[in-house]
């Protein structure tokens, strides 16, 4: 019986041994688990501290073109984000609408605005209340354009660590970009405005530089034909006639050869190439896959036509006498 007793107190102080042991081993591994714990999440915080302080100077390189821009927007659609330091607690506060009440230079320095939201931790404030601050003080700007918001960079900065709605929510708030369209230069420079061409300016632009598969231009030359008289008086007569195959030989000058029919393009018997200026051309054509763009005096005269004739001028030509983009050019 002794011998079994003692062989029953040494398996017994064995487990207690056993359990303490493994007690302690727990006990160490949740211990390590909190240093980890509190070690991911000082580094969570370090990372915050960090993308926050990267934000607040994004958002200050760019505060001359902040103030810049407040005047093209709603008064009450610009606003900025502050630190406030009232009896050594530190907040940031986002103000607006604010007003420059005095200035060095050109730059806002002093300011006074209004509060958008209620302070956490500094008492004695309230949402609306008005509160002066310098410039050194701004940490961030936001501009709401067309219903977005721009700026605003240390919210993006917490963006990564919101949850998935709240993500969301600020995402539909936000613009893609944090800066407008143009800047530093807003409102964005309008696009200058393309020069708008009196459609013989247009014809010649591209007869002097033709498009790949324009089509065949066409152009009716007008000039005054000089005859004597048998008293030695002179008489001029107006006239004018189609030319197709148009060559450009420099210098506002052209060759071409006359045709007889525009629609058809056929040409008289007088095969020989006659050179004009771009002053003697009265009217313009283009032919493009059977369709005759321009030819504004035929379209004028279609009412001295006949039935036969006004049908194949009707078929000829375009319901538009320009063709498409010919109506400006950069």
């Not at 089509?215 to 000039?223: L, Q």
Request: one cysteine or more.
């Amino acid at each position: 019986m002794d011998k079994l007793l003692i062989i029953r107190n040494t398996l017994l102080c064995l487990m207690c041994l056993v359990l303490i042991g493994i007690g302690l081993t727990m006990k160490q591994d949740r211990r390590a688990e909190r240093r980890e714990a509190r070690a991911e999440q000082k580094a969570e915080e370090q990372a915050a501290a960090l993308a926050q302080k990267e934000a607040q100077a994004q958002a200050k390189a760019e505060l001359d073109n902040f103030f810049k821009a407040v005047p093209y927007v709603a008064r009450d659609e610009a606003l900025v984000k502050i630190t406030h330091r009232v009896n050594g607690t530190n907040e940031h506060l986002w103000v607006g609408p604010f007003d420059v009440t005095r200035r060095i230079g050109n730059a806002p320095f002093e300011l006074e605005g209004r509060l958008v939201d209620v302070p956490e931790h500094i008492s004695g404030l309230t949402k609306g209340q008005k509160i002066s601050f310098s410039r050194v003080q701004i940490v961030d700007w936001g501009l709401i354009v067309d219903g977005k918001g721009y700026g605003y960079f240390t919210w993006r900065a917490h963006l990564p660590r919101m949850s998935a709605d709240q993500a969301a929510r600020l995402s539909s708030i936000l613009a893609p970009s944090a800066l407008p369209p143009g800047w530093p230069n807003y409102p964005a420079a309008p696009e200058a405005p393309k020069k708008v061409l009196e459609p013989k300016e247009a014809f010649l632009a591209k007869l002097t530089n033709p498009p790949q598969d324009w089509g065949v231009p066409m152009a009716r030359v007008a000039w005054t034909e000089i005859v004597k008289k048998d008293n030695g008086s002179t008489v001029g007569y107006a006239q004018s006639t189609w030319v197709s195959d148009i060559e450009v030989l420099g210098n506002g000058r052209f060759t071409g050869k006359p045709v007889n029919d525009v629609i058809f393009g056929q040409s008289g018997q007088d095969q020989t190439r006659m050179e004009f200026k771009a002053n003697a051309i009265a009217d313009w054509g283009l032919v493009k896959d059977g369709t005759g763009y321009g030819f504004m005096t035929l379209r004028k005269a279609s009412a001295s036509r006949t039935p036969l004739q006004k049908q194949a001028l009707k078929a000829f030509l375009s319901a538009d006498p320009l063709p498409a983009g010919w109506r400006t050019t950069n």
